[in-house]
């Protein structure tokens, strides 16, 4: 009886695996990833069966929506969005490049890095221009105008992060932050992944979470002054896009993920830590580390079980479109949302019912612009250039099932 059960587990366990590579493996070829980042949900959305709408999409989506200066008032002003982006974040790369390193043999550095430029930069820097050129032709305030310009080449290098110092306080294009955060974790963990095998990376996270913990509590004020570089850096370590990673290494490894699985693979976590996150997310000054811990469960009841609580809702399909232009969404909706602000105070309307969907509107059609007409044929050629061939797994070396692998690296 009970050696029918384990052979019931194992048959479930190994189909419910592979729903889960082929999913995040046919983003990967899109986005070189959460993003999850995250926002680039394109391909995957593309590649998978119709009724296939995981979580993955409309969250990304929802993580935007709050974040325009209108929206409805939300927990913790919405700011939440972002860190659900960053464990997607961290989940969906970890994923990619664990599945790429057992399926090819080893992670494509520059494969990786080519996908992410095709993906990040292009729109990225045509914002940075657009923005350029607005701020200098309209900016009335000349604080904010030389703010601007004073972070400028941290904007051009994704170091706005570790740059952003009390003397010069930002405002103008602060979105920039995220994007920054990511690329950042874009260079270093690839490299890291890259190097390490077994569970040695996912020691180096652990690590590498505790850093910022130490940096913003002081521990390191003996030797390194609060507004120095290498403390902003060490602060500006990104623990919910670390959450992420673990998470990816606790589902790619069979004991772990048996044991994640019996958890959380019940039909009804997935909605009862997405409340539990309401709950956690309610106070005006909410515990992050509770939000992160509900955000962890949530993701992971979402893909380790296909058919879970909140499916349901999350095959809506405006939601799915929603992460497919959500890049774009995050990158426009300022400018967007600014432009409605401009032309009804012409008119003397500033109600902020009227504003948020006008701008949210406008959003959606200039990202949905933007995506079909200037960012595809950048997902094009990174598809056609970057993307890892069948025909060159089958000329590697034969690797055993990620399924039959210990998170130690034994077999």
Not at 294 to 319: I, K, N, Q, Y
């Amino acid at each position: 009886m009970f050696s029918c059960l384990v052979v019931r587990f194992e048959a479930r366990y190994s189909r419910t695996k592979e729903r889960v590579l082929d999913t995040f493996g046919s983003l990967g070829q899109i986005c070189g990833i959460p993003r999850i980042p995250l926002f680039c949900v394109a391909g995957w959305l593309a590649r998978t069966q119709h009724h296939r709408r995981h979580l993955v999409s409309q969250l990304v989506g929802h993580s935007l929506l709050p974040r325009t200066p209108f929206s409805p008032r939300t927990a913790a002003g919405g700011e939440y969005g972002v860190h659900i982006f960053y464990v997607l974040s961290g989940f969906l790369i970890t994923t990619l490049l664990l599945r790429e390193r057992e399926r090819f043999g080893a992670i494509s550095l520059r494969d990786f890095y080519m996908r992410r430029v095709l993906r990040i930069w292009p729109l990225y820097y045509a914002v940075v221009i657009v923005y350029i050129f607005v701020v200098w032709k309209f900016e009335k305030d000349p604080s904010r105008v030389r703010n601007f310009f004073h972070y400028v080449p941290s904007f051009l290098t994704f170091t706005y992060t570790w740059f952003l110092s009390p003397k010069w306080p930002g405002g103008i294009f602060n979105l920039s932050s995220t994007l920054a955060t990511e690329e950042q974790f874009y260079a270093f963990w690839p490299l890291i992944l890259k190097a390490g095998r077994g569970v040695w990376p996912a020691v180096v996270m652990c690590i590498c979470l505790c850093l910022p913990v130490a940096a913003i509590h002081g521990y390191f004020a003996a030797w390194i002054p609060w507004d120095s570089f290498l403390n902003r850096v060490l602060i500006n370590i990104s623990i919910p896009i670390g959450v992420g990673a673990l998470l990816a290494y606790l589902l790619h490894y069979r004991k772990t993920f048996c044991a994640v699985h019996w958890i959380l693979g019940w039909k009804w976590t997935s909605a009862v830590s997405a409340c539990l996150l309401a709950l956690c997310l309610a106070p005006m000054r909410p515990n992050f580390w509770l939000a992160w811990s509900a955000t962890f469960v949530l993701v992971g009841a979402s893909v380790v079980r296909e058919d879970h609580g909140l499916a349901w809702a999350l095959r809506f399909r405006p939601l799915a479109y929603i992460g497919v232009v959500s890049y774009g969404m995050y990158l426009l909706n300022s400018l967007s949302v600014h432009f409605v602000m401009a032309a009804l105070s012409r008119v003397h309307v500033e109600h902020p019912a009227i504003i948020f969907p006008l701008g949210l509107g406008l959003t959606v059609a200039i990202a949905s612009i933007s995506y079909r007409f200037y960012e595809k044929p950048f997902l094009t050629l990174k598809n056609k250039k970057f993307a890892r061939k069948t025909r060159e797994r089958e000329t590697a070396q034969p690797l055993l099932p990620a399924v039959d692998t210990q998170p130690g690296g034994h077999t």
